[in-house]
């Protein structure tokens, strides 16, 4: 089962990266457990420093920005 993590304060684009990475990982088949993180030391200790970002198993792969469908497709596979 894959952890993912969306790092956010709430805003429009932390939504966003938020259901876009569920229709990823819905159309992967994948398992996945997605929990919202807007804590501001949580976000921190990940090394993020602007939100939104994406963090999948442990690994922060974007921030900053709402990638592509298919990028997040790439990053959960």
């Known amino acids: ?4 993590l969306i790092l956010g304060t709430g805003c429009d684009k932390c939504d966003r990266l938020e ?4 229709e990823a990982a819905d159309s992967l088949g994948l398992e996945y457990e997605l929990r919202k993180v807007g804590e501001i030391n949580d976000i921190i200790s990940h ?3 602007v939100t939104p970002a994406l963090v999948v198993d442990g690994s922060v792969k974007c ?6 469908l298919d990028d997040i497709k790439g990053y959960l596979a």
């Open 47 to 49: 090394g993020v420093m």
């Open 1 to 4: 089962m894959k952890e993912l």
């Open 19 to 22: 259901k876009l990475t569920r």
């Open 63 to 68: 921030v900053g920005k709402v990638p592509s």
